[in-house]
């Protein structure tokens, strides 16, 4: 029913079955959260709460919802690749996006593209910090180490 790219499996060492699907719904996530967050279509959580009273309806709720969302993302993101990771990403997509606006792809001064750029950056920072350990996993082997500090 689903194309292969989302079905692919692999055995790993242990004899363990891994899927690509997992790949595909934390980008899906990623994406949603970054977009449903702020974009600049307007039509995003922002604009949801600034439009109406604060604690009417399922306003709290859905405000409750976004701050869990956010930080379950940010302590993943953090918990897997910290500072350092995140301003290396930065600079990967600010050198990216320059690369982009030398051949004229997108301008700097064209406010809506700067803040699709911005949110689908946002996108892809959750997105690698969802799975910097697979990432990790793959290209070292190993799955995730404990820091131990000598006293």
Known sequence: ???????KTKTTKKGKQETSLRWWVTMLMSIGLALGTWNPTGHHFIHYISQQDILSGFTPFAIIIMFGLWILALKSIFQSIGWI??????I???TFL??????????FNNLKQMGWAGTLS???????????????K???GVYATDRVDNE
């Open 92 to 94: 990967i997509i600010g």
């Open 98 to 107: 320059w690369g982009l606006n030398s051949y004229n792809l997108i301008e």
């Open 138 to 140: 793959t290209i070292t």
């Open 122 to 136: 946002v996108a892809l920072i959750i997105w690698i910090g969802l799975n910097a350990s697979i990432i990790w």
């Open 85 to 90: 990771g995140i301003v290396f990403i930065l």
């Open 1 to 7: 029913m689903l194309p292969d790219i989302l079905t």
